[in-house]
C-alpha cells in the first residue's frame, strides 16, 4: 500500500528519463529488473521455475531442475548425465581447499565457512557446454558446496574430510560424505525439500547476487556475497530460528501462551509470513505433510507438533487482530531436516547448496544485458552548513611535523 504522504525522489530508469516515485521501505513491490527464471504469485500462492509449478517439478530428478535453472528448458537424458559428470568431477576439493577449510576455526557458523571459501575456492579453469568461463566457474563453486559443508562438519567433530563418491548423484553424495549414507527415502526428502528452495525470484539473497553482479565482479564474489545475505534470520536463517523457537516452547501446550506473550512484546515467530504471499506459500504447503509423515513416532516428533501447534496459535491470534499470515517454506524445513541427520547449524547451508544454482542462473541472465546498480537515496541530513569559526582557522598539521615555521 502506497504512502502518499512519504516524500518522492527522482529516479532515473534505464537512462531513458526521469520518473517520480515514492520512497519504499525495503522496496517492498519496486520493480527493481527482470527475470525469466522464475515467478511468484503472491495472490495466487504460485512458484513457478520457468514456466513450470513447482509441484511439478519435485517429482523430477534433482539435476534436471537445476538444468532447467541454468539454460532454461528440461535438459534431455544425455544433458543432464553430462551435468552429473561435471558435478562429479569438480566436487573435490584440492590440497589448498582443504588447508584453507581446517585453518577456520571449528567453533564458526557453517555460513560463515561457505561465505568465505565459496570466496577463495581454487577453481582452475573449468569448461561446460554453454556457459561461458565465468558460468562454468560458478557451476564449478556450486559442485563443491556440498563438499564444503560435509567436510567443515566432519572437521569440527575431529573426524577425516570425507572423500566424494562419483556416479551416485549430487545429494546422494552429499549425504554419504555428511553422514556415511544415503537411504532413498532420505535422498528423497532431500530432493524435494532442495528443489523446494532453489530458486524464488529477486528475494534479498538473489538480488544482492544481481547488485554484486552488475559491478562485473567475478563470479566466486557473487555468490559468497548472496550467502551472507541468506544468513540472516529474517531471510535464510529462519529455518534454524524456527526450530529453536519450538524446543523453546518445549511443548504443544505451551504454545498458546508462547505466542501471546511473543505479541504482546511485538516480537516475531521467526518463518511466519513472507512478504509476497497473501495466501499460504506453497512450498509450505509441500513441506509440512513430509514433516509431520517423518517425524511420526520419531525423536523429532515433540518439535513437529509444538511447531504446528504454534502455527495454529499464531494464526488464530492474528485472525482476532484481522491479519492472516501463515507458515512460509522455512517454517517446517527444520523438522524435515532434523529427520535425515542434518545438524540445525546446517540448516542454512543446505539452503544455500540448493539457492546457489538459482543465483547463478540469475549471474547468467544479468550478464545479458548487463548495467550497474546505483539507485537514488532521499537525503535526510543536515542542510548545507558552514564550518564553524574557530574550526577553519585550525590548519592540518601533517603526520610528525612539528607545527612551527
Request: glycine residues 10%; hydrophobic residues 45%; contains cysteine.
Amino acid at each position: 500500500m502506497s504512502n502518499h504522504n512519504a516524500p518522492t525522489i527522482e529516479v532515473e530508469r534505464y537512462g531513458a528519463g526521469v520518473m517520480n516515485m515514492e520512497t519504499v521501505k525495503g522496496l517492498a513491490g519496486v520493480i527493481a529488473g527482470e527475470t525469466a527464471i522464475s515467478n511468484v504469485e503472491g495472490d495466487a500462492g504460485r512458484l513457478t521455475y520457468r514456466g513450470y509449478d513447482i509441484g511439478g517439478l519435485v517429482e523430477l530428478p534433482y539435476e534436471a531442475v537445476m538444468w532447467l535453472l541454468i539454460f532454461g528448458d528440461l535438459p534431455a537424458e544425455a544433458e543432464r548425465q553430462l551435468l552429473c559428470a561435471f558435478l562429479d568431477d569438480e566436487a573435490r576439493l584440492g590440497a589448498a581447499d582443504r588447508r584453507t577449510l581446517m585453518s577456520i576455526e571449528p567453533d564458526r557458523h557453517p555460513m560463515l565457512m561457505l561465505q568465505a571459501m565459496m570466496a577463495l575456492l581454487d577453481l582452475g579453469s573449468p569448461s561446460f557446454p554453454g556457459l561461458t568461463d565465468e558460468g562454468a566457474r560458478g557451476l564449478a563453486v556450486v559442485a563443491k558446496i556440498p563438499t564444503l559443508i560435509a567436510s567443515f562438519h566432519r572437521f569440527r567433530n575431529g573426524q577425516p574430510l570425507p572423500e566424494v563418491t562419483t556416479g551416485i548423484g549430487y545429494l546422494e553424495n552429499f549425504l554419504m560424505m555428511l553422514n556415511g549414507q544415503a537411504p532413498a527415502a532420505d535422498v528423497d526428502i532431500l530432493r524435494v525439500a532442495q528443489i523446494l528452495q532453489m530458486e524464488h525470484s529477486f528475494n534479498a539473497s538473489t538480488f544482492t547476487a544481481r547488485v554484486v553482479a552488475s559491478t562485473l565482479a567475478p563470479v566466486e564474489s557473487v555468490l559468497s556475497a548472496a550467502a551472507g545475505a541468506l544468513y540472516g534470520k529474517l531471510h535464510g536463517g529462519a529455518d534454524q530460528a524456527a526450530l529453536a523457537d519450538a524446543r523453546r516452547v518445549g511443548s504443544p501446550e505451551a504454545a498458546e501462551s508462547f505466542v501471546a506473550d511473543l505479541l504482546a512484546g511485538k516480537g516475531l515467530l521467526m518463518g511466519m509470513g513472507h512478504r509476497e504471499y497473501r495466501t499460504v506459500d506453497p512450498r509450505a504447503r509441500l513441506l509440512k505433510p513430509m514433516a509431520e509423515a517423518r517425524s511420526r513416532g520419531a525423536e523429532s516428533e515433540n518439535d513437529y507438533l509444538t511447531l504446528a501447534a504454534l502455527e495454529a496459535a499464531f494464526n488464530r491470534q492474528m485472525a482476532s487482530k484481522g491479519r492472516s499470515v501463515r507458515a512460509n517454506v522455512e517454517f517446517y524445513k527444520g523438522a524435515v531436516f532434523e529427520t535425515i541427520g542434518i545438524p540445525d547449524d546446517c540448516f542454512t547451508a543446505l539452503f544455500t547448496m540448493a539457492r546457489s544454482v538459482g543465483w547463478l542462473a540469475h549471474f547468467i541472465e544479468s550478464r545479458l544485458d548487463n548495467r550497474i546498480m546505483r539507485p537514488k537515496a532521499l537525503y535526510t541530513g543536515q542542510p548545507l552548513r558552514e564550518i564553524p569559526p574557530g574550526h577553519a582557522d585550525r590548519q592540518a598539521v601533517a603526520p610528525g611535523a612539528s607545527g612551527s615555521s
